[in-house]
């Protein structure tokens, strides 16, 4: 599979990922709404943007601007590796 080129594709890509999350959001607090349950959707929806940030951005500029990310997987394989 080649990689996606099409800025058009992309765009619609993220436009999908931000949809699939905010009926996914809304689902949830549909179940079952209560002012507990909305900040800890907050919480966990911030805290797995700060570590796919981290897992890309930080390690890549910071850490080590010599390796390059195809995904998470490979960033989680990078970073065991790196604690041997």
């Not at 990922?17 to 800890?40: C, D, E, H, R």
């Not at 930080?58 to 790196?82: K, N």
């Amino acid at each position: 599979m080649t990689d996606l080129q099409s800025k058009r594709l992309i765009y619609l890509k993220a436009f999908l990922f931000l949809v699939i999350g905010a009926i996914s959001g809304g689902l949830i607090l549909a179940q079952n709404f209560t002012w507990p349950t909305a900040t800890l959707l907050c919480l966990v929806i911030w805290s797995f943007c700060r570590a796919y940030y981290f897992a890309f951005y930080v390690i890549e500029h910071y850490v080590d601007p010599q390796f390059r990310f195809a995904g998470l997987f490979a960033a989680g394989r990078y970073l065991l590796r790196r604690e041997r």
